[in-house]
């Protein structure tokens, strides 16, 4: 597997840190559950994927309230990495501001369109100010009412994440000011740069978590600025869960870091698994992108290369190739490459993609946030299943919408669902919760998977 930095896409095995390239050694993964480690599944028995469609999402981050990252970290990027010419940008000339009713025309469409994904809030935006209490530049109302467009039009399409506190300066927790010293060692995007305990790491995630809490945003999961953890991978997995656990008690914890790139597998890790078939099961769930940023860039200068992701009759790009290869399609980009500036050139060109995706593959796939991926993996992981004497006996740690099964089917007989008749509908592309499909000698089950035990059995 080739987990990329998410600011370049490189066909490279090395992972690429916001204040340069370290060695993989360095870079110890968190241990990761195999699925060969689960009890087997009965003779036949599959669990598909929802619906039988391949998940898509799109990632967002740099978002946040108002502010525009792109003008307003160059100049922090540029202080603590000199020497880079790609921080030396007019940054001046960017506007300041991403304003709400781009925020609105975005979510809109995309609700209108059924694109989910997770989209950032970062909390103290590049240093301007707490959005739990002031930002300098706009008023209190201002702020206000764009958390209010947050939790009102965004929040029942997208996870909402922290991305660190600050996304450019180390933020002092003691003082709740940035560390003095400005260089890639006190920048979020490439800390920490000597070892960090698991508490250590957890109690900087809960900072921003609590941030977000203050501004009534439910948080299931994080995400990390750049190149954030990566000497501590297997550290940063374990202080997830804990962090998140301490703000927000989420059943299945996630975060956001990598991109896999080539040939590699982009369904969801599931790391440091502890308890399994215990009441005391604790894990993190990893779910990476698959996808370069290929809008306006992080900087949102940048022309966009739509094709990258789906050409116009979706016939190739690497969401394309992602869902032929039957594998999540999770698109990556950055706030201010959806807006470019003004100019809405990403936000158009993002808008190209996914009506190209909808129109080849619309009954195959099915967008998702990332928090619902997360749930799904987790259930396939961990939902036993028996077969007895013709009844399949389930047993479910989580509860999970839209579970899928393919099933031998028992003499031309109908399938229960706990004592319950379900719909049989003609085509894959009416699988719904509640329904099933005659697949030759098998049988296709959608349904909603309650936490505990369940059975189907034929009748």
């Not at 992602?322 to 698109?331: G, S, T």
């Not at 500036?341 to 158009?348: A, C, E």
Request: charged fraction near 20%; include cysteine.
């Amino acid at each position: 597997m080739l987990e990329l930095s998410r600011r370049s896409f490189l066909s490279t095995s090395l992972t690429m840190a916001a204040g340069g390239f370290m060695a993989p050694q360095l870079l110890a993964q968190a241990p990761a559950w195999d699925v060969s480690q689960r009890s087997p599944l009965p003779e036949g028995v599959e669990i598909l994927f929802p619906r039988d469609r391949v998940p898509l999402s799109f990632i967002i981050d740099d978002s946040t309230c108002l502010v525009n990252m792109g003008h307003f970290c160059m100049p922090q990027f540029a202080e603590a990495w000199p020497d880079r010419e790609v921080y030396k940008k007019p940054w001046q000339s960017w506007p300041r501001e991403i304003p709400d009713v781009f925020v609105r025309e975005f979510g809109e469409w995309c609700g209108e369109n059924g694109v989910k994904g997770k989209y950032s809030i970062v909390p103290n935006p590049a240093c301007v100010g707490w959005l739990d209490r002031e930002l300098p530049g706009w008023s209190r109302r201002q702020l206000q009412d764009s958390l209010k467009l947050v939790r009102e039009l965004m929040l029942p399409n997208w996870d909402i994440h922290p991305e660190m506190i600050t996304h450019t300066r180390v933020i002092n927790l003691k003082t709740g000011r940035p560390i003095e010293e400005i260089n890639a060692g006190t920048m979020e995007n490439s800390f920490p740069q000597v070892k960090k305990s698991v508490d250590e790491l957890a109690e900087y995630i809960a900072y921003a978590l609590r941030i977000l809490k203050n501004c009534d945003l439910p948080c299931e999961g994080f995400t990390t600025p750049g190149g954030f953890g990566n000497l501590v991978k297997s550290e940063l997995a374990l202080a997830a869960r804990q962090a998140l656990a301490d703000v927000f008690q989420p059943e299945i914890p996630h975060y956001f870091k990598y991109v896999i790139g080539g040939d590699g597998n982009t369904e969801p890790k599931l790391e440091h698994v502890s308890g399994v078939g215990t009441d005391q099961l604790e894990f993190t769930v990893n779910v990476p992108a698959g996808t370069g940023d290929w809008f306006g860039s992080w900087e949102g200068d940048a022309v966009s290369e739509p094709d990258k992701y789906c050409t116009a009759d979706a016939t190739g790009g690497r969401m394309v190739e992602l869902i032929e290869r039957k594998q999540p399609a999770i698109m990556l980009c950055h706030w201010p490459g959806m807006y470019c500036n003004g100019t809405k050139s990403g936000f158009q060109a993002f808008q190209r993609v996914v009506t190209s995706l909808a129109d080849r593959f619309g009954d195959q796939t099915q967008w998702m946030k990332v928090s619902e991926i997360a749930r799904y993996w987790t259930a396939r992981a961990f939902t036993e299943i028996q077969s007895d004497d013709g009844i399949l006996r389930i047993k479910a740690p989580f509860a999970c919408p839209q579970w899928t099964l393919r099933l031998p089917r028992d003499s031309g007989k109908q399938p229960v669902w706990r004592g319950q008749r379900l719909r049989e509908v003609s085509a894959s592309k009416d699988l719904q919760p509640g329904t099933w499909l005659a697949d030759g000698s098998a049988v296709v089950l959608c349904v909603d998977l309650p936490m505990g035990a369940s059975q189907v059995s034929w009748a």
